[in-house]
C-alpha cells in the first residue's frame, strides 16, 4: 500500500517587495513648452547613463539632463517629482563626450530614488558632505505636510529589494529607482 504525503502551501504576504527599477527614455514635453538657451559641458555626476548630462543655463548647473531624439536639446528635472515640470535646453554648442559609456544596468547610479516611506532622494552633485567620519551620496526629502525627517543616504546596497544606508539610523528598503 501506497502512502501519500499531502503538502499544503499556506499563502501569506512577504516581508519585503522587490525594488522596481525604472529606466526612462527621454522626450521633449508634447505640450507647448518654453525652453532656455544653455550647453552641457560634461557627462553627468547624478546619473551614469550615456545619455546624461551636466548642464548650464546662465551660471545655474542642472544635473541631470537627458537626451532626447530631437537633436540640440535635452529634458532636464525629468523625475517629476512636485513641481510637475520638465526642463527644457535648447543647446547653443554641441554636447560634450559623455565619459559614461558602456556601464551596464547592474553597475549604474540611480539619479532619483523612492523610500519605502515615500521619501525621494536624489545624489549630490557638488562637494559632498562629510558627517560623524561619513560621505553623503543621496538626500532625501520628507514629502509635503509629512513629519518624517530629512534622511541622509550613505550608500546603496543592490539586491533584489535594495537598501539605502542612512546615515543616523538602520537601512531601510527602497521602493524604486531611476537610472
Same mark, same amino acid.
Given at each position: 500500500?501506497?502512502?501519500?504525503?499531502?503538502?499544503?502551501?499556506? #499563502?501569506?504576504?512577504?516581508?519585503?517587495?522587490?525594488?522596481?527599477? @525604472? +529606466?526612462?527614455?527621454?522626450? /521633449?514635453?508634447?505640450? $507647448?513648452? =518654453?525652453?532656455?538657451?544653455?550647453?552641457?559641458?560634461?557627462?553627468?555626476?547624478?546619473?551614469?547613463?550615456?545619455?546624461?548630462?551636466?548642464?548650464?543655463?546662465?551660471?545655474?548647473?542642472?544635473?541631470?539632463?537627458?537626451?532626447?531624439?530631437?537633436?540640440?536639446?535635452?529634458?532636464?528635472? #525629468?523625475?517629476?517629482?512636485?513641481?510637475?515640470?520638465?526642463?527644457? @535646453? +535648447?543647446?547653443?554648442?554641441? /554636447?560634450?563626450?559623455? $565619459?559614461? =559609456?558602456?556601464?551596464?544596468?547592474?553597475?549604474?547610479?540611480?539619479?532619483?530614488?523612492?523610500?519605502?516611506?515615500?521619501?525621494?532622494?536624489?545624489?549630490?552633485?557638488?562637494?559632498?558632505?562629510?558627517?560623524?567620519?561619513?560621505?553623503?551620496?543621496?538626500?532625501?526629502?520628507?514629502?509635503?505636510?509629512?513629519?518624517?525627517?530629512?534622511?541622509?543616504?550613505?550608500?546603496?546596497?543592490?539586491?533584489?529589494?535594495?537598501?539605502?544606508?542612512?546615515?543616523?539610523?538602520?537601512?531601510?528598503?527602497?521602493?524604486?529607482?531611476?537610472?
Amino acid at each position: 500500500m501506497k502512502k501519500t504525503l499531502l503538502l499544503y502551501l499556506i #499563502a501569506s504576504t512577504p516581508i519585503y517587495s522587490a525594488t522596481t527599477i @525604472i +529606466k526612462q527614455n527621454f522626450q /521633449l514635453p508634447t505640450k $507647448t513648452f =518654453q525652453s532656455h538657451k544653455g550647453s552641457c559641458f560634461a557627462s553627468s555626476i547624478a546619473s551614469t547613463r550615456s545619455d546624461a548630462y551636466r548642464c548650464m543655463v546662465g551660471n545655474q548647473i542642472i544635473d541631470p539632463c537627458f537626451t532626447v531624439k530631437k537633436q540640440g536639446y535635452v529634458v532636464c528635472n #525629468a523625475n517629476q517629482l512636485p513641481p510637475t515640470f520638465q526642463y527644457v @535646453i +535648447k543647446l547653443d554648442k554641441p /554636447l560634450a563626450k559623455n $565619459t559614461n =559609456q558602456n556601464i551596464k544596468i547592474k553597475d549604474q547610479q540611480p539619479w532619483l530614488i523612492q523610500l519605502k516611506n515615500g521619501q525621494y532622494c536624489t545624489p549630490f552633485t557638488g562637494t559632498r558632505p562629510f558627517i560623524d567620519g561619513k560621505v553623503l551620496t543621496y538626500s532625501c526629502a520628507p514629502q509635503k505636510g509629512s513629519s518624517t525627517k530629512i534622511e541622509n543616504i550613505v550608500s546603496l546596497t543592490p539586491g533584489t529589494t535594495w537598501k539605502a544606508n542612512l546615515l543616523k539610523s538602520q537601512p531601510v528598503n527602497i521602493e524604486k529607482i531611476w537610472l
